[in-house]
């Protein structure tokens, strides 16, 4: 008998750790003794209870650790393969925008000629797109969904393409979700109101001054007063609306103005309102192609990106300043409803194989008739895995350099404790780094786990506190 190698112990308190196991699916509150004996292995220092516990639950097993390592992989192909019958879509209706973010990876496409932000969808794409999908296949009979980005999907000059995008999913039960700017919403209430449309991401960076720095309209420089104005209108027509902000060191002081006006505006009270915060990473600066003396002449984004830790940290502790702070989701998030609802539920963890949709099951269309998987290489031809226009062509061998990419085929990821909660870091940041996409990309998995874990416990506290009282 040994201790599994798969066991991640995270303190949260004086007295007690939550020990989370890697494949076995258990989540326990344990006593220091019982971390003392795991580590150690002196099993005959507890009880005959205690150990039949631990051992039942995956923690002490017989498995050398070839053998655990054949567990995860196993479990890995399991999730691989039943993600793939259950494909997500995301369309690109036209690489153009009309706002100018700093920040923005369509600097990078622009570099590719007019004609590309100029291709758009037609409705001959649009017919061919759907039979693409078809082809490649999506759950029937269950509520699917369709993500809509750009560029900017509501242009004005979008308005027909986009109806007859949106009828046609319906046909197939399509519902959709979209990433806008926010700007041009006015002119698609027609659409917007559909019962199929469900739910918006627009980006807010700031209050006024901030937020129209960050982000301008190409011709009026002033985006701040208009999405106000959109967002409350899609939440009083029942729309989800959640609102991301790109935070780095230059705006993180100006969340508390933004808190008053989510107030003010009575967003905070509605159900349909959410919010997270995303760190603008270096790797979008370098997909924007920003050079170094470029981000030296933005003053406000020099040298000012953030951690995600820093981030969780800081919103940690203003939280403890003004309780609203918890408005916020942050990058934790998803590990902490885990583990919290596994703690709440009694149900086994939640496990993933590879780290996001374009490693799984994603597939983005574009404008120019082509197929990829992932956000940040998109217009980077030499990733493309295929076309659906004017003909449907898959390039297996590309498609396949994505979707094999998971934590059982990535060596350092296939000993680590956290592979099945992790997958193996982003993909195309790996590839930027090593020039090779089959690399862990830990991005400082290990601390925000821990920071989700502990925040996760805490919550759970004082939820039974508060039921207590
Ligand atoms: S591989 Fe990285 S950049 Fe691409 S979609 Fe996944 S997380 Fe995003
Ligand atoms: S990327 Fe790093 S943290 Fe994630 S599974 Fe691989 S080794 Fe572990």
């Keep these: 008998m040994r201790t599994s190698k798969y066991i991640i112990n995270v303190r949260i308190s004086n007295d007690k750790y939550l020990l989370i196991h890697g494949y076995s699916g258990a989540v326990d509150i344990v006593s220091n003794n019982v971390v003392n004996i795991l580590r150690k292995g002196n099993y005959e220092l507890m009880n005959e209870i205690d150990f039949n516990s631990l051992r039942k639950r995956g923690y002490i097993t017989n498995r050398n650790i070839e053998e655990e390592r054949k567990i995860v992989k196993t479990i890995v192909k399991i999730l691989q393969e039943k993600s793939r019958v259950d494909s997500t879509f995301t369309i690109i209706i036209s690489y153009d925008c009309n706002f100018r973010c700093s920040y923005c990876i369509e600097g990078k496409i622009s570099e590719y000629g007019n004609q590309w932000t100029r291709e758009s969808l037609t409705e001959e794409k649009i017919n061919a797109l759907y039979k693409s999908i078809d082809n490649i296949g999506y759950k029937k009979n269950k509520k699917k969904i369709i993500a809509l980005y750009g560029g900017e999907p509501f242009l004005k000059e979008n308005f027909q393409i986009m109806d007859y995008l949106i009828k046609k999913g319906e046909e197939r039960d399509f519902s959709f979700t979209i990433i806008t700017n926010g700007y041009e919403l006015k002119y698609f209430e027609e659409i917007i109101k559909r019962n199929s449309v469900l739910s918006f991401q627009i980006t807010l960076d700031g209050i006024e001054k901030i937020h129209n720095e960050r982000r301008p309209h190409y011709k009026n420089n002033d985006s701040f007063e208009v999405l106000i104005t959109n967002i409350s209108w899609l939440l009083n027509i029942g729309k989800k609306v ?20 989510f107030d003010e505006r009575g967003w905070t009270s509605h159900s349909n309102f959410s919010t997270h915060i ?12 920003f050079k170094l003396n470029q981000v ?32 916020f989701n942050l990058p934790t998030y998803s590990v902490q ?5 596994t703690l709440n539920s009694k149900k086994s963890l939640i496990y993933k194989g590879s780290f996001c949709s374009a490693t799984a099951n994603g597939f983005i269309f574009d404008p120019r008739g082509d197929i990829y998987t992932c956000w940040e290489i998109i217009g980077d031809e030499s990733f493309k895995i295929g076309k659906y226009y004017p003909n449907f062509t898959l390039d297996k061998e590309k498609l396949q ?12 990821c296939l000993s680590c404790k956290y592979a099945l909660f992790c997958g193996g870091g982003c993909a195309a940041q790996s590839f930027k780094k090593n020039k090779d996409m089959y ?11 821990n920071i989700g874990v502990k925040d996760a416990y805490l919550e759970l506290k ?5 039921v207590k009282n």
């Design 439 to 449: 690399h862990s990309y830990c991005d400082n998995f290990k601390t925000l786990f």
């Design 278 to 289: 995303s760190p603008i990473h270096i790797g979008a600066l370098e997909a924007a192609d």
């Design 337 to 341: 409803n885990n583990i919290k609802n």
């Design 242 to 261: 959640n609102i991301r902000i790109n935070l780095d060191k230059t705006n993180s002081s100006n969340l508390i103005e933004l808190i008053n006006l």
């Design 401 to 412: 350099l994505w979707q094999n990419r998971d934590v059982s085929n990535i060596h350092n």
């Design 296 to 327: 030296i002449e933005y003053n406000y984004l020099s040298f000012s990106l953030l951690e995600k830790n820093d981030i969780i940290n800081f919103i940690n502790n203003s939280i403890k300043q003004d309780e609203r702070f918890s408005i």
């Design 462 to 466: 004082t939820q039974q506190s508060n």
